[in-house]
Nanobody, 121 residues
Framework: QVQLVESGGGLVQPGGSLRLSCATS????????MGWYRQAPGKQRELVAT???????NYADSVKGRFTISRDNAKNTVYLQMNSLKPEDTAVYYC???????????????WGQGTQVTVSS
């Protein structure tokens, strides 16, 4: 089991920056994939960025070059640095952890409570 706690959301002007944090209750090395997702009102939840325990990273096309996912293993925390924010980035951002203990195990998916990011002038 993994508990996830997001923080860092808020109101920012277009072009501004925010850094989201996701603190995990377990050793981050035991989590196969950490990810950030977002959901805007009336829209489906979409992937923003993911990072595997091995360091492989994927970004949504809409955030490439602007967002950066990273981790601090000592703090068991993952981050999402968001720069050059746009109004269309406005959404609730969720931290996700995917765990597959062995190749024959089921996948276990965990979600944080979400943190609101609002980009507006």
């Amino acid at each position: 089991q993994v508990q996830l706690v997001e923080s860092g959301g808020g109101l920012v002007q277009p072009g501004g920056s925010l850094r989201l944090s996701c603190a995990t209750s377990r050793n981050i090395f035991s989590i196969n994939t950490m990810g950030w997702y977002r959901q805007a009102p009336g829209k489906q939840r979409e992937l923003v960025a993911t990072m595997t325990s091995g360091g492989s990273i994927n970004y949504a096309d809409s955030v490439k070059g602007r967002f950066t996912i990273s981790r601090d293993n000592a703090k068991n925390t993952v981050y999402l640095q968001m720069n050059s924010l746009k109004p269309e980035d406005t959404a609730v951002y969720y931290c996700n952890a995917l765990i597959k203990p062995t190749p024959w195990s089921a996948k276990f998916n965990y979600w944080g409570q979400g943190t609101q990011v609002t980009v507006s002038s």
